[in-house]
């Protein structure tokens, strides 16, 4: 499990491993790592050399982390089985 497609196989970006969240004990472990990863992490340093694609998902998930109230507003949509990856 890595925080961005474009650092699958690379150390700084890996999250946990394929198990991450199989059982509570790999979801926790998974989640430190995340948050540890979250305050480590510089996408002006680590990203520089690539165009992210996500960007406006990290700015959208940045501004609910600012706002955890505009959580109650958001609504699940049905995606399609095929549309895995975006």
């Known amino acids: ?3 961005c497609p474009v650092y ?3 150390a700084h ?3 946990g491993p394929a198990d991450a969240y199989a059982d509570r004990t790999c979801t926790a472990a998974a989640r ?4 540890a990863l979250l305050g480590s992490f510089d996408a002006s340093i680590e990203c520089r050399e690539v165009t992210c694609l996500y960007n406006h998902v990290n700015r959208w ?3 609910l982390s ?3 109230e505009k959580l109650d ?3 699940g ?3 399609p089985v095929s549309d895995f990856f975006l």
């Open 77 to 79: 949509r049905p995606q």
């Open 1 to 3: 499990l890595y925080n």
């Open 8 to 10: 699958r196989n690379q």
């Open 32 to 35: 430190a790592s995340a948050g």
């Open 66 to 68: 600012a706002h955890p």
């Open 61 to 63: 998930l940045d501004d």
């Open 13 to 15: 970006g890996r999250i």
């Open 73 to 75: 507003g958001l609504e």
